[in-house]
């Protein structure tokens, strides 16, 4: 069995593109960036992002382009997909993608109204601001068994 999935979520770089084929369907191409934080074997800090090519076809397309800009959250779920062409200059080329089954949106950044809630904001219902500490969770401290993993 093959299995080929990839699920990102991410900032977008630069605002969607959005073209249509010759047989009339839409396609969006964006970019999205995503990051990882890790500490080093001497315990400094270290921070990679790394950016992925993200295509999006037929009305989901034109929902990408229409409501989606530069800085938005996007979680994308599809498939990787390897393109290549002959350029200009006689060489090929090569271009990784994601291909999108599923593009999910993000919290609207600086958005007020009906269902949106901006950071640092406080319910009117309530009495205590929304700036306080989560609750902690209590994770188990006993060792996973491998045997006991159901896969």
Known sequence: MFFNKAIIIGNVTRDPEMKA??????????????????KDQSGAKKE???????????RQAETVAQ??????MLMVEGRI?????????????????IVADRVQFGPRTGATGAGTTVAGS?????????????????????DINSEDIPF
């Open 122 to 142: 406080q319910d009117p219902q309530s009495n205590s601001p929304s700036n306080k500490e989560p609750e902690s969770i209590e994770y188990p401290m006993e």
């Open 48 to 58: 990679q992002t790394d950016f992925h090519n993200v295509v999006v076809f037929g």
């Open 81 to 97: 997909q390897t393109r290549s062409w002959d350029g200009a200059d006689g060489k090929k080329n090569y271009r990784t993608e």
């Open 67 to 72: 409501y989606v800009k530069k800085g938005s």
């Open 21 to 38: 084929l010759p047989s009339g369907a839409k396609v969006t191409s964006l970019s999205i960036a995503t990051n990882r934080v890790w």
